[in-house]
Nanobody
Framework: QVQLVESGGGLVEPGGSLKLSCAAS????????MGWYRQGPGDQRALVAS???????DYADSVKGRFTISRDVAKATVYLEMNRLKPEDSGEYFC?????????WGQGTQVTVSR
């Protein structure tokens, strides 16, 4: 079982920045996607950003131009740099690592954007 460990969440004021990190306990070879999902209270978990081993990125419309995802494929690590944060960006952020026949989730890291 691959373990994902997230870090970097916290409390930040509107307009501030945070960088999330997620490291997998082992590298899964072949095509894979690593990404970040956000879940607010009572909400479904929704994609924020993802990146494939081929470098293809996908972003939620609400974060385009403010968030940047990056990935170290060999180290099975993914990052999410979040700038110009807004209160609506608040939530639990989960890392996902998926490929053919598998998907793994991290435990989540809380991001709160508030004065």
């Amino acid at each position: 079982q691959v373990q994902l460990v997230e870090s970097g969440g916290g409390l930040v004021e509107p307009g501030g920045s945070l960088k999330l990190s997620c490291a997998a306990s082992e590298t899964m070879y072949g095509f894979s996607v690593m990404g970040w999902y956000r879940q607010g209270p009572g909400d479904q978990r929704a994609l924020v950003a993802s990146m494939s081993t081929r470098g293809i990125q996908d972003y939620a419309d609400s974060v385009k131009g403010r968030f940047t995802i990056s990935r170290d494929v060999a180290k099975a690590t993914v990052y999410l740099e979040m700038n110009r944060l807004k209160p609506e960006d608040s939530g639990e952020y989960f890392c996902k690592y998926s490929g053919l026949g598998y998907q793994y989730w991290g435990q989540g890291t809380q991001v709160t954007v508030s004065r």
